[in-house]
């Protein structure tokens, strides 16, 4: 008779997988998106103000500390939930997120899920459940996590992309390369460069 509620517990097995794999997805297009305009951000500071070697190790482990921290939180946290590594929603919060998304749904698999944990199971408790289960069933709970609202972050991963092809077609990318040295180089004492130049125009120096 368990047969139907253990559908159910394989779907919400399935939709749990699914929601994380989404969070994946979604993490990785933030992670590159942020972590790239943090890096740009941090070589513009360079290119600009060329820092001290003090100051250019202040901003070198700044600029790491934080790129650890959005890696942790966009591609780690997710990584330890979808294998279980980390406690992350239980049966309950997939089923009110997948509540909110099928009308038809509502309460019904919350109410079955908190049916089943009554300690005093009876024959004609384990006959409801399965009921409420049975009618359950041809709802496709994984549908409830759709991987193409996704495509929405991807505006924030073309902004750093754009603000890059800008300079190599103006032909101004060397500030990207130039600052990055210095950048990673941080003990190393950089002179900016002066603000003049000399020409010699006598061609026999006399």
């Known amino acids: 008779m368990a047969g139907n509620f253990k559908n159910i517990q394989g779907k919400l097995e399935q939709f749990i997988k ?68 980390q406690k992350g929603i239980d049966y309950k919060e997939a089923s009110q997120i997948i509540g909110n998304h099928f009308p038809e749904v509502n309460d019904k698999l919350l109410n079955v899920l908190q049916l089943n944990q009554d300690s005093s199971q009876s024959e004609l408790l384990e006959a409801s459940i399965e009921q409420k289960s049975a009618e359950l069933n041809p709802i496709p709970f994984k549908l ?10 991807l505006k924030y991963a073309a902004i750093p992309i754009a603000i890059l092809l800008l300079s190599f077609v103006t032909g101004k990318i060397n500030w990207f390369s130039d600052s990055y040295e210095r950048v990673v180089n941080y003990n190393t004492a950089y002179e900016p460069p002066a603000p003049f130049q000399f020409f010699v125009v006598n061609e026999n120096l006399k």
Not at 56 to 69: C, D, K, N, P, Q
């Open 144 to 153: 409830a996590v759709n991987f193409n609202k996704n495509t929405k972050y």
């Open 18 to 85: 699914r929601y994380y794999t989404n969070e994946l997805l979604k993490g990785t297009i933030l992670f590159f998106a942020i972590g790239l305009l943090y890096l740009i951000g941090t070589l513009l500071i360079e290119y600009f103000l060329w820092l001290s070697p003090i100051a250019r190790t202040i901003l070198f482990w700044v600029f790491i500390a934080v790129e650890i921290s959005l890696f942790a939180k966009f591609i780690l946290f997710p990584i330890a939930k979808l294998f279980k590594l």
